[in-house]
């Protein structure tokens, strides 16, 4: 079966210079060589994470955020040069417990079960997060800003320990692509049925070119809060229960919110 | 001494060089003016994904398996920068932008 080349493209951060990196690892060479002192993790700002050095936290779900943060989650910093230290400058280990996702074809993940998971595994944490209606996200207005870093770090171990297999690192089959094609042309006419205007699919060579990123919710527009949230539900984005569970020909599942 | 003491350098450096994250990584970000209105932000993103309004605090985040939009409403007025990133997957920078929402 032909293969094709991954998803890539979007606005890509430019690496650093090489000058830089060599400057940063002459650094990080010299600050080695001179402390044997363990390395000290970061305290969270307002929080009440405990720094540690010893290594790795799976934690079954269910505690209350004190015992977890406090006795279980080994907060720490990422390497240099680690593209995660933007969004937070704590790390976490991959927290485990909440599903694996690892022995799965990427192709057949279900984003809506990932997302609810992780949204559990927030919330186990302490962190007040809600499912968005669209069920492919969460929100976390009721965070406080203070722990903003902290929940950012837990969010990335939480979704680090579902073991959700690397699908940008895989590649679509044309048959993958034209199931997505298939969908997406279906969810056309069921965005139309809700009565906004979406112009015919592109072709299924042009979708495939542009690595599937075609959507009649491109057509959408300007469009939150509750009426986005139904027409997900109405129309999602995604199968419900994934691409193993869809087949061209199916109709479009509503998600239950 | 000096000379090995070189060469273990020079393969460090090597190393350094060579090794880094094995981490996809994209993002698009800029910055909207919306006087007292709300700020949204569109991003369609492929797995993880994370949005910050302002840019360094994240107010929401999730996974998709196939190019997904989405739309993140933010109770901030004034002139805000945002940012969106994937660190597992990628961020689609045409079909990510902020506009306006109003009261």
């Known amino acids: ?257 | 001494m000096r000379r090995s003491v070189g060469i273990v350098m020079v393969a460090l450096m090597a190393i350094a060089l060579t090794a880094g994250p094995a981490l996809a990584y994209g993002s698009d970000s800029g910055t909207a003016y919306c006087g007292d209105n709300n700020i949204a932000v569109r991003s369609r993103t492929i797995k993880d994904w994370y949005v910050q309004v302002p840019s360094g605090s994240t107010i929401d985040n999730g996974y998709t398996a196939s190019w997904s939009s989405r739309n993140t409403v933010t109770l901030q007025s004034g002139t805000k920068s945002w940012r969106v990133l994937s660190f597992e997957g990628d961020v689609d920078g045409p079909g990510t932008y902020a506009y306006c929402w109003g009261q």
């Open chain 1, 1 to 257: 079966m032909k293969r094709v080349r991954p998803v890539a493209g979007g606005t890509r951060a430019a690496g650093p210079p090489r000058l830089l990196v060599l400057g940063l690892a002459w650094l990080f060479l010299l600050s080695a060589c001179a402390s044997d002192q363990p390395e000290v993790g970061v305290e969270p700002r307002g929080s009440s994470a405990v720094v540690s050095t010893v290594p790795g936290s799976t934690e079954p779900p269910g505690d209350d955020l004190s015992n977890r943060l406090v006795g279980g989650l080994t907060v720490g910093t990422w390497p240099a040069g680690d593209p995660r230290a933007q969004l937070t400058p704590i790390s976490v280990p991959p927290i485990g417990g909440y599903g694996d996702f690892s022995q799965g074809d990427p192709f057949e993940v279900d984003s809506f079960e990932v997302n609810r998971l992780l949204s559990r595994c927030m919330n186990d944490h302490g962190f007040a997060v809600t499912l968005h209606g669209d069920g492919l996200g969460i929100h976390w207005a009721d965070i406080p800003s203070e722990q903003n870093e902290l929940a950012a770090a837990v969010s990335i171990s939480c979704l680090e320990g579902l073991q959700v297999p690397d699908l940008a690192s895989s590649v679509l089959t044309l048959d993958q692509y034209a199931e997505v094609y298939a969908y997406r042309t279906e969810l056309a006419e069921c965005v139309r049925g809700e009565g906004y205007q979406v112009p015919d699919p592109p072709s299924l060579d042009l979708f495939v070119e542009e690595q599937g990123r075609w959507s009649p919710y491109d057509a959408v527009g300007v469009l939150a809060g509750s009426d986005w949230d139904r027409l997900n539900q109405t129309c999602p984005q995604e199968p419900v229960g994934g691409f193993g569970v869809w087949d061209p020909g199916d109709a479009i599942a509503p998600l239950q919110p």
